[in-house]
């Protein structure tokens, strides 16, 4: 098997292109040594367990419903992600058909690239075949590149009651970490609990992505200081087209909130499109003057703020708190200002690293 004769190049649906951005994160611009060097992440699973309906869902705004007909994939499907300054990566969807270490498959030459691989369990189907193959890849997988994050979706869990799912994740949690460490593995996968139901495959995908992101750090200890300077109970960095947050605050997420943060942006966009943009002008409904303040009535409020063309700043306070907004608008000034920095540090270094290997 040939490595290119098995991947369809899905470039045109990235998000990028259908925004119609420019510069860094432009897609046709970008020479194939360019897009080459993006992290990679593999979907991996057994035969409908879900890949294709994932990525679909997060990336290319599919309604749940409509995976429905998605047809089995029958070659290794590339796909472009290049819709936010800090997200910039490839996802490669293999068929659950393919076998991976075919020996005319080139494997290890497309490993050493690859940031991370989402082996994808139907949390509603026999496991027995997808745990054996889950252990056989990470095996393989180990020799060849010890840094690759090994990342589990239990997935479907719509299906699954309460306690059964904490049961199924704990069954397959026990079972694959026991067989990693019979057979001297020293790798500790995450697992995580999903569905395309709920915002929970977007949290996933967010810890996936945060991963592969070098200065995660530095923007978490941003967001502590932003919020505690504010009395911000949650803030969440996103990423304003596929929803996945970057980056957030110490403090434990809870899925609610998530959801919370996460549907407002879509109430900004709605909103902003139908009565922001002129007529005949076409656009994302999103800019720099984008912000909006929504009190709940449970007596916290949510406040969103742009932060740049691809991210949002979206924030979970008590009302009582929101008394001195002025400070919050300030204090978000001075985020901003910091994740700018972050950002022009982050390109230039990029520029260095093109010039070199030009
Ligand atoms: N209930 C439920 N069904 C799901 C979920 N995710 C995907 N499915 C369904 O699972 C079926 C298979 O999904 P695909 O995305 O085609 O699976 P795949 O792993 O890409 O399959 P191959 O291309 O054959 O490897 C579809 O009918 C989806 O609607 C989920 O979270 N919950």
Redesign the pocket.
């Given at each position: 098997m040939n490595e290119n004769d098995n991947y369809n190049e899905e470039y045109e649906s990235s998000f990028l292109g259908d925004m119609g951005y420019g510069e860094e994160g432009q897609v046709d611009g970008q020479s194939s040594s360019q897009i080459e060097n993006k992290p990679k992440i593999f979907l991996m699973?057994?035969?409908?367990?879900?890949?294709?309906?994932?990525q679909?869902v997060v990336f290319h705004k599919m309604l749940?419903n409509e995976?429905?007909f998605?047809?089995?994939?029958s070659k290794v499907v590339k796909n472009d992600i290049s819709n936010s300054s800090f997200v910039q990566f490839q996802i490669w969807?293999?068929?659950?058909?393919v076998d991976f270490f075919d020996p005319t498959f080139d494997y290890e030459h497309i490993l050493n690239n690859c940031g991370a691989i989402v082996f994808?369990i139907?949390a509603?189907d026999e496991i027995g075949e997808a745990l054996q193959k889950l252990h056989q890849t990470i095996v393989k997988v180990y020799q060849i590149n010890p840094n690759i994050h090994f990342e589990v979706f239990i997935?479907?869990?719509?299906?699954l009651s309460d306690d059964h799912k904490i049961d199924k994740q704990r069954d397959i949690q026990q079972k694959a970490t026991d067989e990693l460490l019979d057979a001297n593995i020293m790798v500790h996968p995450s697992f995580y609990v999903?569905?395309?139901?709920d915002h929970s495959?977007f949290e996933a995908f967010s810890k996936v992505i945060q991963k592969l992101i070098p200065q995660l750090p530095t923007l978490e200890n941003l967001l502590d200081v932003f919020i505690s300077r504010s009395r911000i109970e949650k803030a969440f960095l996103v990423d304003v087209v596929s929803k996945i947050y970057v980056a957030t605050d110490n403090t434990p997420v809870d899925m609610q909130t998530y959801e919370l943060c996460s549907d407002m942006i879509d109430v900004v966009i709605d909103v902003s499109c139908i009565y922001g943009l002129k007529e005949e002008e076409e656009g994302l409904g999103y800019d720099q003057e984008s912000h909006s303040v929504i009190k709940l009535n449970n007596g916290m409020v949510l406040y969103l703020r742009e932060v740049n063309k691809y991210l949002a700043l979206v924030c979970l306070l008590r009302e009582s708190n929101f008394d001195k907004h002025g400070l919050i608008d300030y204090n978000f000034l001075c985020f901003k200002k910091a994740i700018e920095e972050v950002f022009s540090r982050r390109t230039a270094t990029r520029k260095k690293i093109t010039k070199k290997s030009n």
């Open positions: 699973g057994l035969k409908r367990s879900g890949k294709s309906s994932i679909k749940p995976t429905l998605l047809e089995s994939t969807d293999f068929p659950g058909q994808v139907d509603q997935h479907k869990s719509d299906g999903t569905s395309i139901y495959i």
